[in-house]
């Protein structure tokens, strides 16, 4: 009910449901979106739903719940992109593509379409890694750093997302 709460309060959300483990979200321009609550969608994967237990954990930590979750799923990918501030700017987000396409957003506790990530979400995606490429990719990123200490700083998919960039501008 506080969740529900909540989206009533942004302006462009007019109706929240829920039905047969789907969450239905409509918004100002008739348009209804659906997407399922990460507990639904794991309701099978005991290693997951031990993770999603850990509320505090999950709350605004977008880029150590992604981390963590993609060592028990299978065929994945790590997601680190720019999202707009609902007024100004922009914050990196971290999310992990399925191998069904879904995007597990443990951060909002939710899983939802590529669709949704684009037309609701408006992410930039910077950084996108397979699973089996990760290490390689982080050992890459800690090199080109130049400080061997760097995940004291930053953590794992926002590293690989930085690196990323700045490769780009090279």
């Known amino acids: 009910m506080i969740l529900k709460n909540l989206f009533y309060i942004l302006p462009f959300i007019d109706d929240i449901r829920y039905e047969n483990g789907l969450i239905f979200l409509k918004i100002n321009n008739g348009k209804e979106y659906s ?7 794991f309701k099978n994967n005991s290693s997951v739903q031990y993770i999603l ?7 605004g930590n977008c880029h150590n719940a992604s981390w963590k979750i993609i060592k028990h799923l299978g065929n994945v990918s790590l997601i680190t992109e720019l999202l707009p501030y609902y007024f100004e700017g922009t914050f990196y987000h971290s999310v992990v593509r399925d191998e069904n396409g879904m995007i597990i957003d443990l951060a909002n506790n939710a899983v939802y379409s590529e669709e949704i ?7 930039r995606i910077i950084c996108e890694t397979k699973k089996g490429y990760l290490d390689e990719k982080l050992e ?13 700083s930053f953590n794992e998919p926002l590293l690989l997302a930085l690196c990323k960039q700045a490769q780009k501008r090279k």
Not at 53 to 59: E, H, Y
Not at 117 to 123: E, P, V
Not at 140 to 152: H, M, P, V, Y
Request: hydrophobic share 25%; net charge positive; no cysteine.
């Open 35 to 41: 997407f399922y609550s990460t507990k639904d969608y």
């Open 117 to 123: 990530r684009k037309k609701l979400y408006h992410g």
């Open 140 to 152: 890459k990123a800690i090199r080109n750093s130049f400080q061997e200490d760097i995940t004291d």
């Open 53 to 59: 237990k850990d509320k505090d954990f999950l709350v």
